[in-house]
């Protein structure tokens, strides 16, 4: 979910909120494949960081609720909204009190939407598996072990997912590149008016 407030809530930055069966949470998520009555969930209130972010005495939250990759269990054109409200619910306990009523902008994104609209292939926001077997150096390499001349970047590939990680694998990727390769001037990478109309 991504909120627009109208009023600034005093919740810290970053909040976890973890189920209180959290076995019986994961296990719903990975297993069973169901939208959990009590979910875990992360907010992100970022504007008392940065207050520029929304018009004064006002606020943004970003709220993270992990659950099931698309599966037929779970129809999400039916079952949004009751699971927004759920979270809604939930949200309330930690202390943001009437912020149903205080929601001037709303955009929730379920795994339909990372299929449909962003074309995240079966929802794989984390690319692999976001676990400790599939993290860091033993995601691939990001030059190609068994194709010469072939180079990967990206959140699936080393070090991982995440914006400032994937800009390292980005950094990685170039090096290996210009080590390969030869540094490229601008110029010369450049075509130019004669070769471009050709």
């Not at 099931?68 to 409200?85: G, I, L, Y």
């Not at 709303?106 to 926001?125: F, G, L, M, Q, R």
């Amino acid at each position: 979910m991504y909120l627009g407030v109208e009023v600034l809530h005093d919740l810290p930055h970053h909040t976890i909120h973890i189920a209180s069966d959290y076995q019986k949470n994961l296990d719903e998520i990975e297993n069973q494949h169901v939208l959990s009555a009590d979910p875990s969930f992360y907010i992100q209130n970022a504007c008392v960081t940065d207050s520029s972010l929304a018009p004064q005495g006002q606020s943004t939250l970003y709220v993270l609720v992990p659950v099931t990759h698309q599966h037929p269990n779970v129809d999400w054109s039916k079952e949004a909204p009751a699971f927004r409200e759920n979270v809604l619910d939930h949200v309330d306990k930690l202390g943001l009190s009437d912020l149903r009523r205080r929601i001037r902008f709303e955009k929730i994104v379920t795994p339909d939407d990372w299929d449909s609209s962003y074309e995240v292939h079966n929802e794989a926001t984390f690319n692999m598996a976001h676990n400790f077997n599939q993290m860091l150096h033993k995601r691939p390499n990001n030059r190609f072990e068994d194709l010469d001349g072939v180079y990967l970047v990206g959140g699936g590939t080393h070090p991982g997912s995440g914006p400032p990680v994937i800009y390292e694998s980005a950094r990685i990727t170039i090096r290996l590149i210009a080590a390969d390769l030869g540094p490229v001037s601008a110029k010369a990478s450049r075509p130019s008016h004669s070769s471009a109309t050709r």
